[in-house]
T-cell receptor, first 115, second 113 residues
């Protein structure tokens, strides 16, 4: 158990809908990362927040957005969902996010299925 | 473009048969290379961080090494419970002083009893 929690574990929805994924980082970790993992794309970095502020951006679609709240939990919002958004979404946390030499601790993931 | 390439894509071993997984990278200014283990349907689990060429780290049957262009994950006398996908990652610099986690596609290891 990494100490990172994600809810829900599974989510089934329809095309065009909007969903929110939630992540609570390990106690004391200030940085949260979001990833998408599909069979054809591997593990793709979406976005990082550090202490409430956006720190780094990866291949995140404009339909997706995220935020980190004062209690450091984070939410990833996915809107106008398409079939291709079906994937595993992981959240990870690290003690700080200002250096590259810091490992990440991953949550169990949310499996999103878009029908 | 910064890239991480892992080989082989898949590896089948007999229990006790040692082997190595490869991770080659093209990054301008390596600031750490990471190895993770991922079981099916679960989040990656951190294994090692290597910072500079020549560095080695060990954990049970696993040993990770780093050169200027690649890293190896050596598995000695593997057991079936070592079966998993092994991912390597780097974090090259991005815009505004940020770092962009970049993962390889992974090596899927199956160890047969």
């Amino acid at each position: 158990d990494s100490g990172v929690t994600q809810t829900p574990k599974h989510l089934i929805t329809a095309t065009g809908q909007r969903v929110t994924l939630r992540c609570s980082p390990r106690s004391g970790d200030l940085s949260v990362y979001w990833y998408q993992q599909s069979l054809d794309q591997g593990l793709q970095f979406l976005i990082q927040y550090y202490n409430g502020e956006e720190r780094a951006k990866g291949n995140i679609l404009e339909r997706f957005s995220a935020q980190q709240f004062p209690d450091l939990h984070s939410e990833l919002n996915l809107s106008s969902l398409e079939l291709g958004d079906s994937a595993l979404y992981f959240c990870a946390s690290s003690p700080q996010g200002l250096l590259a030499r810091v490992e990440q601790f991953f949550g169990p993931g949310t499996r999103l299925t878009v029908l | 473009e910064d890239q991480v390439t892992q080989s082989p894509e898949a590896l089948r071993l007999q229990e006790g048969e040692s082997s190595s997984l490869n991770c080659s990278y093209t990054v301008s200014g390596l600031r750490g290379l990471f190895w993770y283990r991922q079981d099916p349907g679960k989040g990656p689990e951190f294994l090692f961080t290597l910072y500079s060429a020549g560095e080695e780290k060990e954990k049970e049957r696993l040993k990770a090494t780093l050169t200027k262009k690649e890293s190896f994950l050596h598995i000695t006398a593997p057991k079936p419970e070592d079966s998993a996908t092994y991912l390597c990652a780097v974090q090259p610099p991005g815009a505004g002083g940020s770092y962009i986690p970049t993962f390889g596609r992974g090596t899927s290891l199956i160890v047969h009893p």
